[in-house]
């Protein structure tokens, strides 16, 4: 007899509303251009999804100059610097831009902030495509980048009573809210975001980890390796009490041994992992165990974002 496992299904988990768009654009601009349709960078952090795009014509790059000249390149759902699109305006490129729209917003407050002469903070992953995006969407020297509470110890300000901050959508909440109160403490006139940077997708898919954590003796998030939001629900995880929580980008890499004789096991994915994924690992447990699924439900998402313009078909 197969051993009994009840594996806790969190949701929301999966698919964002910005990574949903994202691979619209470029399945749409595939139909509208043809192929070969390039990116730049993968559109989303994820090999299946970026796999099924290059099957259907898509060219996955890192920088502009791999593109020729008469043909569209997409922005990657991260954002880009300032000098991407002006340089793909410079060559009378082609371009879209499949920003997350509340990415785009923290751009957009960077630069009232700039423009009121504040010097930004940034909360980010050095060398992440978001943060680099949302650093070059001001000149060099205008935004400082803080990782860490310790990194706060060590900033030097231009105006300590000038400063305003901002962060990437897809961190921890509470490593987060530990970075901003060090900020405060230590910057008592910076000036916050009206509203939360860090998306409610993130926020969301934390909240489920958090409450599946106490029944679980194991939590599996599906999600790629370089997926930020993916790996923060792993820390989450850990945090909340899981003993043993792994990020898998598909069932072929569950560790079973590692898993040994649990009864009780949680699965996510990442605002960047398809739901064919879930349903993928889902059956692999099945066929080692008698499984009962489990859904634990913190939200409902009903968030959806308008393709650009250029894509819609003529009203």
């Known amino acids: 007899m197969p051993q009994p496992l009840t594996l806790y299904l969190a949701a929301p988990r999966g698919f964002c509303a910005g990574v949903d768009r994202a691979i619209k654009i470029v399945e749409m601009a595939l139909v509208k251009w043809g192929a070969p349709v390039y990116v730049r960078h993968e559109i989303v952090h994820n090999r299946f999804v970026v796999d099924g795009l290059r099957a259907k014509g898509a060219v996955f790059v890192e920088e502009l100059d791999e593109v020729p000249g008469d043909r569209p390149v997409i922005f990657s759902a ?16 082609i371009y879209v831009d499949a920003t997350c729209p509340l990415v785009s917003k923290v751009h957009i407050e960077a630069e009232r902030h700039h423009q009121n002469g504040l010097q930004m903070v940034m909360i980010g992953h050095a060398g992440h495509p978001e943060t680099l995006g949302t650093m070059g969407q001001l000149p060099e020297g205008e935004v400082l980048l803080v990782e860490t509470v310790a990194d706060v110890a060590t900033l030097a300000p231009r105006d300590p009573e000038r400063l305003a901050f901002i962060t990437q959508t897809t961190l921890s909440v509470d490593d987060t809210a530990g970075i901003v109160a060090a900020l405060k403490a230590r910057f008592p006139a910076i000036v916050g975001p009206q509203k939360e940077d860090i998306c409610y997708a993130t926020t969301n898919r934390q909240e489920a980890v958090k409450a599946i954590a106490p029944r679980i003796e194991a939590l599996l998030v599906i999600g790629a390796p370089n997926s930020s939001n993916s790996r923060r629900l792993v820390e989450v995880g850990r945090a909340a009490g899981c003993g043993y929580a792994q990020l898998v980008s598909r069932a072929t890499d569950i560790d079973w041994r590692a898993l040994g004789a649990l009864k009780t096991v949680g699965v996510t994915a990442g605002a960047s992992a398809p739901e064919v994924l879930v349903n993928e690992v889902i059956d692999a447990f099945r066929a080692r165990f008698d499984v009962t699924v489990e859904m634990v439900e913190t939200a409902r998402e009903s968030v959806e974002f308008k393709v650009p313009r250029v894509l819609r078909e003529p009203v």
Do not use: D, I, L
Request: hydrophobic letters at 45%; glycine letters at 6%; charged letters at 25%.
């Open 78 to 93: 991260h954002g880009v610097p300032k000098a991407v699109p002006a340089e793909a305006a410079r060559r009378n490129m």
